[in-house]
């Protein structure tokens, strides 16, 4: 998992890279290609791989063992302040959320069986983050079939609050916790911290790798958070990368 989601990051970091320096506007088609390509290149570095492409491989040779599978699940934002624009894309359970005066919007969708099944009327959202199938992915990087990317675009609008995380992160913290978190905090620093002691006070059963990347647009605490907090001895950041920041242990990337 974790050479997978380091690989995952690489290609991704050097493709935005490459688009940031040809002052392209965030773009979700773009997003949508670039993940797919990293899908592609996780493919080709998986075990057997070269023997698969081999046509007189033996059957018995061209399968690798499954636990020696790559793969890794992806959250890409693209923010573009000068324009006024988001991008994202991702696939499979890591999560993007946005948070508008203080209310919660989870604009990625999990590629899970459970999603499914909220799709569906049968559950809702709080039932699903306790279902026994909710880690079960239909899609990922790295599997044998293709992908398709879930991607989306907005204005950006000051005050907007973005937080991407894997499953062991949004797994322990329901839709109002979030935002009661996002009321007590002074800076993005602040509320990554309420936030990661929330889920060290009570930790979900059989917690997965929890990371989070927190970005803050211009001043929430004058649009977003309903009761701002006065503590000045904090340092008033706007984006904060913390330092679990980057591939999980199970291969979940932010």
């Given at each position: 998992?974790?050479?997978?989601?380091?690989?995952?990051?690489?290609?991704?970091?050097?493709?935005?890279?490459?688009?940031?320096?040809?002052?392209?506007?965030?773009?979700?088609?773009?997003?949508?290609?670039?993940?797919?390509?990293?899908?592609?290149?996780?493919?080709?570095?998986?075990?057997?791989a070269q023997l698969d492409a081999?046509?007189?491989?033996?059957?018995?040779?061209?399968?690798?063992?499954?636990?020696?599978?790559?793969?890794?699940?992806?959250?890409?934002?693209?923010?573009?302040?000068?324009?006024?624009?988001?991008?994202?894309?991702?696939?499979?359970?890591?999560?993007?959320?946005?948070?508008?005066?203080?209310?919660?919007?989870?604009?990625?969708?999990?590629?899970?069986?459970?999603?499914?099944?909220?799709?569906?009327?049968?559950?809702?959202?709080?039932?699903?983050?306790?279902?026994?199938?909710?880690?079960?992915?239909?899609?990922?990087?790295?599997?044998?079939?293709?992908?398709?990317?879930?991607?989306?675009?907005?204005?950006?609008?000051?005050?907007?609050?973005?937080?991407?995380?894997?499953?062991g992160w949004w797994d322990g913290?329901?839709?109002?916790?979030?935002?009661?978190?996002?009321?007590?905090?002074?800076?993005?620093?602040?509320?990554?911290?309420?936030?990661?002691?929330?889920?060290?006070?009570?930790?979900?059963?059989?917690?997965?790798?929890?990371?989070?990347?927190?970005?803050w647009v211009g001043r929430p605490?004058?649009?977003?958070?309903?009761?701002?907090?006065?503590?000045?001895?904090?340092?008033?950041?706007?984006?904060?990368?913390?330092?679990?920041?980057?591939?999980?242990?199970?291969?979940?990337?932010?």
């Open positions: 998992g974790a050479e997978a989601a380091k690989r995952v990051v690489d290609a991704i970091d050097a493709d935005l890279a490459r688009l940031a320096s040809q002052a392209m506007a965030p773009d979700q088609s773009l997003l949508q290609a670039i993940v797919r390509q990293a899908h592609d290149a996780l493919r080709r570095a998986q075990p057997g081999r046509a007189d491989a033996a059957p018995a040779a061209r399968k690798a063992r499954p636990g020696d599978s790559m793969h890794a699940t992806v959250v890409v934002l693209w923010l573009d302040l000068a324009r006024r624009l988001a991008a994202w894309a991702h696939v499979g359970d890591s999560r993007l959320y946005l948070l508008r005066h203080n209310r919660v919007d989870q604009v990625s969708r999990d590629d899970s069986a459970v999603q499914l099944l909220v799709d569906a009327g049968v559950i809702d959202r709080e039932q699903a983050r306790r279902h026994p199938a909710k880690n079960r992915l239909l899609a990922a990087l790295g599997i044998a079939d293709d992908i398709d990317p879930h991607a989306g675009a907005a204005a950006l609008r000051d005050g907007d609050v973005w937080l991407a995380c894997t499953d913290l329901a839709d109002s916790d979030i935002e009661h978190s996002l009321d007590g905090s002074v800076s993005v620093n602040a509320w990554v911290e309420q936030m990661r002691a929330h889920l060290a006070f009570a930790p979900p059963p059989n917690q997965d790798n929890h990371s989070a990347v927190a970005v605490e004058d649009i977003t958070r309903v009761m701002p907090a006065f503590v000045p001895t904090v340092p008033d950041d706007t984006i904060s990368l913390p330092s679990d920041y980057g591939p999980g242990n199970d291969g979940d990337t932010r």
